[in-house]
Structures are given as structure tokens and as C-alpha cells.
């Protein structure tokens, strides 16, 4: 081997040789003096310099010694000088060396390059005698690590790593993109399993009885997910590279996340290595020249070598920005790694390429559109929503609603399933309290036996409900006369959805009537809350389209529509079932003796809407009317039975003004008489007391089926009947004040509740009903408290104050709105204090109306004595009609003054009860 492939290839550096305080780089190079001393001035003033160069050709010999004026920069271009480039050639610096027999080594490598004709051995003899004085010294600490010297560099055996290189391996660690992001677990376990591969990356390597190689270091890139590796080795590149592949697949070197194997690549450029979260793994390159461009065909052999190429984009010749750039859209994220880790800072021809990362441009291209063309997008994606809405939605709904009406799948329907089970299998009564326990006994609805009454009206329900739906059905009668009880009883075995209006009407808000609603049907998914987002959507569609926006957003009417079209195809799917069942079981063939069924057996689904117009004023009644109308057409359609349930006695009217085209089906109940109370009550209560304490409470309660239960809750508390049946006129003389005299606007929240009648009217109800049980409806409306008008009667009735009875089509008479209120007015007429109130209040109105009207008749007789002045002008008849009506005016005026002067002395006697002084 000859002295100077000796020196180019072996590559003997001293880094730091420190003689009497003189501080040496010796640095390993093959370019021109200019370019080192530029690159070592970048560190410090430079005390001297010298590059060792062949005497006959004059060329470097690949390394070169410099000291500077600082010795304390030595360590600092140690490490900034380490594997830097020039020109594409590595300058690699080796170890420190600290000891005064430095300089021996340093003259004796000196005096070699001056005699090129020396022989290897001689040197190789000279540089192992120095450096065993450096081992003698304590101060050598790693003594010319970098002088490698063996007997192998005789002329007979050859250096055994010709070869140096840097290998790539991807796939090692998942890609960091957006989503990835994370300082938890998942970025210290990766850490760890970095340092364990940069401290020993052999795992990745075949064995070393294989092929020959050392590899100097490793560094991990963890953000683009592999490493790199230097290596040393007397194969080619190629050869190695091959190899190193062959060994990853063949020891099936997979990565843990996504269990593909690993593979290795060459790296032709410049390692470069960032942690930077703004530059994230890109599928698109931007490759800058530094220099001229380079051609799209070079571009792809260079690239193409790493994975899927899409598209390779350049700048045209016409563009003069710079730098200048191309740009390489790749197939996937590795793909991209492995080019860009691979080949940044490759020079092809005179062009460095420097390579980094490039946002792809939004695919959303259709999205930005629409974002941008507000007009159109938004009509388009409420219509999209709609649709959605259509196709997915309404059929679930219909789903959850036919299964509130069957009750297939409600645990309540097994319950019963498996008592009914466990019972016929067991027959052991001391089972029922375990199940009872468990909730699984059976909770069968049973009507008092002693509730004679009502047995012919359930009867006629359920003859009604057999038959095909044509009419809808009220139940109408006073609040606690037993009419929910009796559609429980009569339903237990239907297929029924309840409707209960007074949760409804009176919602404090859009959304929760709404959700109250879908909870009674069963109406899942429900989407209530966007109705409160109806003026925010229309307020953004303002704003966005510079426009005023209306009825964008859902609204209430819209959202209780779509809650009756999924009852509605509940309904339609029951019957469906329901006339095909009907088609199969009327051919005879298909009834068999085993099980045989009747068409009346058969039940149609039933809807029972109760607490139907109770209010006449809230703040969704519009409810009655929308619930009016879908039952008018289901019933026409034939698909179910809808059955209003009311205390309202004008629910008749309006159910029939809206069943113009059907027959309304009444069902019209009443309090219990006497006997069958008594029943109730002795059956409630047992045996405990006697009729003779019982029969004056019942008595003075009636059949009002509430109030005798009221009395039997209070009597099995431990109150006499006598001290409950007290306390019970009490709250129901409480709850007439309340509904009577709530007139003043101030005491009540919502004025629609104020009363549509005056105190006179009320106490006057009140007078008449505490001395009678029934009054004349004629005779009352004609009372001077009332002249005649009777929506004063009428709202009475609607709030439950009173009970109006009919007879051939018109109101006959009137009574208490419940049997205790008869009471409830006794007890108040027997307060002193308040009769006098009272009546000062009503004479006080009496008198108003009484002088309104005197008023009235003295400003027409004044105008008829007037007439009556002109005597000359009038002829005889006409003055016999003017005495006559002026006598007439005046009988009118005196009998006036005496009400007046009555109601005054009537006045005087209630304020001397009331102890007033009075002028």
C-alpha cells in the first residue's frame, strides 16, 4: 500500500495536541487550503495553519494541523467541525489527546510527509513507540483512540472497512401528524425504545459472522419515525445495503404499531434532525435548488427509488422568485420520510437540494364553496338535514312509538310474562312477596266491586273499542268522579299511548313541552332543543347572507307535527297487522280447532288524550286544536280509536262544531249516589266505624270518588271521620276563595288567570248553593247580579266552580262543581265578618249599576219634559204618549231610589257588623 493511500484512506488525526501550552487541530480534509482556513476561522482567530501536501504533485494529503490564539476554542470546533461537509466531502475530527510527548508523534507524522519514500512499518513502529508514551502518562486519558494501527496494514492484508455510509431505517416509531400529538405515555415510551435503539442498534443488523461491518453511531428521529445509522463495512454500498434488507425480512423485523416490516435505505445527503411540532410529516415535499434547477425526469429517478410518486410539480421558467423550488406529492406519509430524510442536502451536479415538509392544499375544495356561497350552501344543507332526517330518523321514531303502544320490548310486558310463569310453576303463594320485591309481581288493575255505577259506561267503552274506528269517543264528567280509573280498567289488555294535556299546555317552555310530549308517545330520537335555536339560526343567516332570515329554523307547530306523524305511522303499521290478521283468520281454513280466534278479539291501537280542554286559557292551547284535527283523521282513516277524556262540558260543543262530518260518541259520567259512596268507604276502611260517624261525612261529600278517598287517607292516618271530613271543608273553602275571588291582576302571575266574573256574581253563587242544592239556570242568569248575561255562568263552570246540567238540548240547571263545595259555601256564609264583606262588596255593585241607571232615566226625562214644552207643536196623541212615558220614567225613578235607599240601609247594618263608623 503506498504512504499516501496510507494517509487518504486510513486517516490519522490528532484533535488536540497540547506542548508547552500550544494548542493543535489536526483535521482531516481533501480540499483547498482557502475553503478550511474559511471554515476554521468561523471559530476563532487562527495562530497558524498548515495543510499537508504531497511534494511531487503538490496535492493534499487528506489531513492538516491549525492552532489558535484562544486554546479554549479547541473543544469548541471539535464538536462543530464533526462530520460537517464541504463541497459533499465529510471532515471528521478525531479524539483529544493531552500529553507533552504529543509533539514526538506530531514531528515523527511531520517528518513522514516530508519522506514519502518511508515505509509503512517504520512509521507504523514510530507512531506505536509514541503513543506508549502516552500510555505511561496519568494525564492521557484515551490515548490516540482514532490511530488504529494493525499489522493489517501491510502490503499482504488489506484495511478491512473500505467502506463508510449512513443507513436509514423507517417504519421503526409511528409517524407524528396532528392527530398524534401527545406528551402522555405514548411520546416516554418512545423515548425509551429510542435510547435502547440509539444504544444498541444491532437488532437491526445481520450477525457479524455474516458479513463484516462496525457500525460508529446511531441517532433516532422519532417525529418522522425511524433512524439513523452509521456504519462501517468492506462491502459496497449497494451490497450492504441489499444485505441489511435481506436480514430485516428474513428475521421478520416488524414495527409494533402497525406490523410492517422495516426496511433500510441509503442516505445520499445530509442527516438533518428536528423536533419541531409546526413542521409535521407531509405527504408533499418542497424540494428548494440551491443552485440550477433540476429537471423533472432527474427528479423522479432521484425520488421515485423511496415510494409511489403522485404528481411532481416545478415552477415555470418564467417565475423568477426564489429560491427554486419543486414540488413531490407522494402516495403516503412514509413514503415522504424516507425521501426526505434520505436525499436532503444531496447534490446533483452543481444543485444542493434542500428538502423539507409542505401543507398539503384542503381537499375540501367543495367545502370552501360552500363556505363561501352562504346563499346556496345553507337551503342546500337544511335540505340535506331534512332528508337525513327523513331516511334515518322517521323510521326509527315510528319504531319507538309502536313499541310504547305494544309494549313488546318494556320490561313491564315480561314482568308480567315471567310471574304469570313462575306462579303456574311454583303455586306457592309464599313466592308473590319475593317477586313483589323484585318487581316482577303482577300489577293488574281492579275496579271496587261496590262501583256499581260505573260498570254500564265501561261496558259501552268496550264495545266500543271492539268495533272498527269511525267516531271519536269523549268521556266527559266532573274532576274526581272516577273517569281515569275507569279507561285503566277498560284498557288493561290494549294496545293504548296517553296523552295528558295539563302537562302540555302549561310548560314552562318550548323545549320541555316538547319533551314531554315525546316522552308520553315514546318519540326517540327528539330533537326539541333546536326550536330554541330557531332565532339564533335565523339572526347567523341575517348576518351571513346580509338578508333577513325567516322561519329558517324549526319551529313548535313543526316539531308537535312531526310527533303526530310518528303516531301516525305507528298507527299505521298496528292496523296493518291488525286487517291482515282480520284477512287470514276469516278464511276458515286457517282458524283451527286448537286456536281459534274471533275478528272481535282482534283490538285496534287506542289513543286517549286526557285533560282535554281543562284550560281554556295556557300557553300551548293550540294543542286542542292540532290534537282535534289529527284525531278527526285518524279516526276517518280508520287506524286507530282516539278517546278525549274532559271536565270541561264545552269540550262537547267544540267536538262536535269539529266532528261536523262524525258522530260523537258521549260517555257521560256523574257522582256516585249514596248507598254505592257508603259501599266504597266501608269497603276501604273495614269495620272500624260504625254507619251512624260514617253517613254525615259521605253524605256531605257525595260520590265525588277524590273526596272519599281523601276522607279514607285522612281517616287511616288516625283522624276521626268527623275532624277529616271538617278539615277537608276547610281546604275546599280555601280553594273557592282562590278560584272566586281572584280578581285583582297583581295577585296572580299570568292575568289570563284572572277571573272573568265580579264578586257580586261569585257571592251570589255562593248564597244560593249553601241554601239550595239546585237552582234554576233561567232564574239566575236573569238576577240583577247577573242581567242576563251568562258567560259569567259559563266560565264559572269551566273552572269548576259550579256544574251545569242540560235538558232538550239547553241549560235547565245548576249545582256545586263537587258535592263538598255545598258545604265548603255553608261554612263561609256561617262567617259573620265575611257575609258583611261580601255584602258591602255586591251592594256596593248593585248600587253602581242602580245609579248608572237612575242616571240614564233622568237625562231621558229631562229630554221628554223639554219635548213636552212645546205643547203648541205636538198634537194630542203625541202629548197622552209623552205623560205616559214620563210617568213611567218617574215609577222607574222612585222604585230605583227605594233599591238605592234599601241596598244604603243593607250597607249601614254590614258595616255596623264589621264595626265601621259611618257619617
Request: net charge neutral; charged share 25%; proline share 3%.
Amino acid at each position: 500500500m503506498h504512504v499516501e493511500d496510507f494517509f487518504n484512506e486510513a486517516m490519522i488525526n490528532l484533535n488536540f495536541i497540547q506542548d508547552g501550552g500550544k494548542s493543535v487541530v489536526a483535521v482531516q480534509i481533501n480540499q483547498e487550503k482557502k475553503q478550511v482556513v474559511e471554515l476554521l476561522k468561523a471559530f476563532g482567530d487562527l495562530k497558524a495553519f498548515n495543510m499537508v501536501k504531497d511534494i511531487q504533485t503538490g496535492l493534499s494529503k487528506g489531513f492538516a494541523f491549525c492552532k489558535y490564539l484562544d486554546p479554549t476554542i479547541t473543544d469548541i470546533v471539535y464538536k462543530g467541525i464533526y462530520w460537517a461537509k464541504i463541497d459533499g466531502l465529510l471532515i471528521e475530527s478525531a479524539n483529544r489527546v493531552n500529553d507533552p510527548n504529543a509533539a514526538l508523534l506530531m514531528d515523527q507524522m511531520i517528518n513522514f510527509t516530508k519522506n514519502p519514500d518511508g515505509s509503512n512499518r517504520n512509521l507504523l513502529q514510530s507512531v506505536t513507540n509514541s503513543s506508549k508514551l502516552f500510555s505511561e502518562s496519568e494525564s492521557a486519558t484515551g490515548v490516540i483512540n482514532n490511530l488504529k494501527f494493525e499489522t493489517a496494514l501491510s502490503k499482504d492484508q488489506p484495511n478491512p472497512f473500505l467502506n463508510k455510509g449512513t443507513l436509514w431505517f423507517d417504519n421503526v416509531f409511528p409517524l407524528v401528524h396532528f392527530f398524534s400529538i401527545s406528551k402522555g405515555i405514548r411520546l416516554i415510551f418512545l423515548n425509551r425504545y429510542a435510547r435502547t435503539l440509539e444504544e444498541d442498534p444491532s437488532s437491526l443488523f445481520p450477525t457479524k459472522d455474516q458479513i463484516s461491518y462496525e457500525i460508529v453511531k446511531s441517532a433516532a428521529n422519532i417525529k418522522e419515525g425511524g433512524i439513523f445509522v452509521d456504519y462501517k463495512t468492506n462491502l459496497e454500498n449497494a451490497e450492504f445495503i441489499k444485505a441489511v434488507n435481506k436480514n430485516l425480512v428474513d428475521s421478520g423485523v416488524r414495527s409494533y404499531f402497525n406490523f410492517n416490516y422495516v426496511r433500510a435505505h441509503h442516505v445520499v445527503g445530509t442527516p438533518f434532525i428536528e423536533d419541531m411540532l409546526g413542521h409535521l410529516p407531509e405527504k408533499r415535499l418542497k424540494v428548494e435548488f440551491e443552485g440550477p434547477d433540476v429537471p423533472m425526469e432527474t427528479l423522479y429517478t432521484e425520488f421515485r427509488k423511496y415510494g409511489r410518486i403522485l404528481d411532481i410539480i416545478t415552477q415555470p421558467k418564467s417565475c423568477k422568485d426564489l429560491p427554486r423550488f419543486a414540488m413531490v406529492q407522494f402516495a403516503s406519509l412514509k413514503y415522504a420520510s424516507n425521501a426526505k430524510n434520505c436525499l436532503h442536502g444531496e447534490k446533483i451536479n452543481e444543485t444542493r437540494l434542500s428538502i423539507q415538509y409542505e401543507k398539503e392544499e384542503s381537499k375540501g375544495g367543495y367545502f370552501k364553496w360552500l363556505f363561501e356561497h352562504p346563499k346556496i350552501s345553507v337551503p342546500i344543507l337544511l335540505v340535506i338535514l331534512a332528508g337525513t332526517t327523513y331516511l334515518i330518523f322517521d323510521p326509527l321514531r315510528a319504531w319507538f312509538v309502536t313499541n310504547e303502544m305494544t309494549k313488546r320490548y318494556h320490561f313491564t310486558y315480561y314482568r308480567q310474562k315471567i310471574y304469570s310463569w313462575w306462579s303456574d310453576f311454583t303455586g306457592n303463594e309464599y313466592v308473590k312477596p319475593l317477586l313483589g320485591r323484585l318487581g316482577l309481581e303482577e300489577k293488574s288493575v281492579k275496579q271496587n266491586e261496590s262501583w256499581k255505577e260505573r260498570e254500564k259506561e265501561e261496558t259501552r267503552l268496550k264495545d266500543l273499542l271492539k268495533e272498527i274506528p269511525q267516531n271519536v269517543i269523549l268521556i266527559s264528567g266532573p274532576r274526581g268522579c272516577g273517569k281515569s280509573e275507569m279507561i285503566e280498567h277498560a284498557l288493561k289488555d290494549n294496545m293504548k299511548v296517553i296523552i295528558n294535556c295539563d302537562d302540555l299546555v302549561d310548560a314552562p317552555s318550548d323545549y320541555f313541552m316538547l319533551s314531554k310530549f315525546s316522552k308520553q308517545v315514546g318519540f326517540y330520537p327528539e330533537l326539541s332543543f333546536l326550536v330554541s335555536f330557531g332565532d339564533l339560526i335565523n339572526g347567523l343567516m341575517g348576518t351571513a347572507t346580509g338578508t333577513k332570515a325567516t322561519n329558517v329554523g324549526t319551529t313548535v307547530d313543526s316539531e308537535v307535527e312531526k310527533i303526530l306523524g310518528a303516531l301516525t305511522c305507528a298507527c299505521i303499521n298496528i292496523s296493518k297487522s291488525q286487517k291482515k290478521n282480520r284477512q287470514f283468520f276469516k278464511d276458515p281454513s286457517n282458524q283451527s280447532s286448537e286456536a281459534k280466534l274471533e275478528l272481535t278479539d282482534l283490538k285496534f291501537p287506542v289513543i286517549v288524550i286526557e285533560g282535554f280542554m281543562t284550560k281554556d286559557i295556557a300557553k300551548y292551547d293550540f294543542l286542542y286544536e292540532m290534537l282535534t284535527v289529527w284525531a278527526q283523521k285518524t279516526v276517518a282513516d280508520h287506524l286507530a280509536h282516539v278517546i278525549f277524556v274532559s271536565n270541561n262540558p264545552g269540550s262537547v260543543k267544540y267536538l262536535d262544531k269539529a266532528s261536523s262530518n262524525a258522530f260523537l260518541e258521549k260517555i257521560i259520567l256523574n257522582d256516585a249516589p249514596l248507598d254505592s259512596a257508603m259501599s266504597y268507604v266501608k269497603s276501604r276502611l273495614g269495620l272500624v266505624f260504625s254507619p251512624s260517624e260514617l253517613l254525615p261525612c259521605v253524605e256531605g261529600l257525595g260520590g265525588r270518588k277524590t273526596d272519599l278517598e281523601l276522607l279514607v287517607q285522612k281517616i287511616k292516618i288516625g283522624m276521626s271521620p268527623q275532624d277529616a271530613y271538617n278539615e277537608i271543608i276547610l281546604k275546599s273553602v280555601t280553594e273557592i276563595r282562590k278560584i272566586g275571588m281572584n280578581r285583582n291582576e297583581s295577585d296572580v302571575q299570568d292575568k289570563k288567570h284572572v277571573a272573568k266574573w265580579n264578586i257580586a256574581q261569585f257571592w251570589k253563587i255562593v248564597e244560593l248553593l249553601s241554601k239550595f242544592e239546585e237552582i234554576s239556570y233561567d232564574d239566575l242568569r236573569y238576577h240583577a247580579v247577573f242581567g242576563g248575561d251568562e258567560m259569567p255562568l259559563q266560565y264559572m263552570e269551566n273552572s269548576g266552580l259550579i256544574n251545569i246540567f242540560h235538558s232538550n238540548g239547553r241549560p235547565t240547571s245548576l249545582k256545586a262543581g263537587r258535592p263538598v263545595y255545598r258545604a265548603a259555601f255553608g261554612k263561609m256564609m256561617s262567617d259573620k265578618k265575611l257575609v258583611a264583606s261580601m255584602g258591602v262588596e255586591t251592594n256596593k255593585i248593585l248600587l253602581s249599576q242602580i245609579v248608572s241607571s237612575i242616571e240614564k232615566l233622568e237625562k231621558e226625562l229631562l229630554t221628554l219634559i223639554e219635548i213636552r214644552s212645546e205643547r203648541n207643536s205636538l198634537t194630542r196623541a203625541t202629548r197622552n204618549g209623552l205623560e205616559s212615558r214620563i210617568e213611567f220614567i218617574a215609577g222607574q225613578l222612585t222604585a230605583a231610589n227605594k233599591s238605592c235607599m234599601d241596598l244604603d240601609e243593607q250597607t249601614r247594618k254590614y258595616k255596623e257588623n264589621l264595626q265601621l263608623k259611618t257619617k
